[in-house]
């Protein structure tokens, strides 16, 4: 299934306290129980003002529904097209071996 990172604004989200965010993360594990195996919750950074959260889902529509459903924002769905990291500067030597 692909990957998708979503963009929800939220003023002073930085500034939620552990309760408030436990009872997010409730609510939206309650709404994904009903939604299904089509939308899995990865994991979100929540930042002064956003929450960016990485989850794996059918399409993006299902989770916009579970945005409205869980009365959060959806501001932006992005389908993550790949990832990188420090290992992608890296030279693939298995692939430079079977080339040989």
């Keep these: 299934m692909p990957k998708f990172l ?7 989200a930085g500034a939620l306290s552990a309760t408030d965010l ?8 309650a709404v994904l129980r ?3 195996a089509d939308i ?5 950074y929540v930042t002064e003002d956003k929450v960016t959260c990485v989850y794996i889902a059918s399409d993006a529509e299902i989770i916009r529904e579970h945005a409205r459903r869980g009365g959060f ?4 769905v992005l389908e993550i097209a790949t990832t ?3 290992t992608t500067a890296d030279e693939n030597t298995l692939a430079a071996a079977s080339a040989a």
């Design 40 to 44: 899995q919750w990865v994991q979100s």
């Design 84 to 86: 990188i990291d420090p």
């Design 34 to 36: 009903e939604l299904g």
């Design 6 to 12: 979503i963009e929800r604004e939220i003023p002073n």
């Design 22 to 29: 436990r009872n997010i993360a409730k609510k939206s594990c």
């Design 73 to 76: 924002p959806a501001d932006r």
